[in-house]
């Protein structure tokens, strides 16, 4: 399994954003992938996840509400929608890709993909 994300870049507060993530490999619907993210000083936190087995979705708390995962199982693709982004949102953000259920945990996903860095200026 292949990650590839995309669509970061430096907004203003409040501003929207989407990242995309390209994902390669056999049996992308058995899949569940997440998107996570880092900051500077801080341990990579899953933000949000979906499984298309199921159709189960998580979101952090800490983007519930603004960040809106979704993902099409015919083009490969997942998509973070971010909106009303605080300059605490910034961070290198990565898709990663895992069997089975979403997972809360950075550790439960086996496939990452490259970052996409998002800045938020206040």
Do not use: H
């Not at 996840?49 to 099409?72: E, H, N, P, Q």
């Amino acid at each position: 399994v292949q990650l590839q994300a995309s669509g970061g870049g430096l907004v203003q507060a409040g501003d929207s954003l989407r990242l995309s993530c390209a994902v390669s490999g056999r049996a992308f619907s058995t899949y569940s992938v997440a998107w996570s993210r880092q900051a500077p000083g801080k341990e990579r936190e899953v933000v949000a996840a979906i499984s298309f087995i199921g159709g189960r979705i998580y979101y952090a708390d800490s983007v519930k509400g603004r960040f809106t995962i979704s993902g099409d199982s015919a083009e490969n693709m997942v998509y973070l929608q971010m909106n009303s982004l605080k300059p605490e949102d910034t961070a290198l953000y990565f898709c990663a890709a895992r069997w089975g259920t979403v997972a809360a945990d950075t550790r439960n996903y086996a496939y990452w993909g490259q970052g996409t860095l998002v800045t938020v200026s206040s």
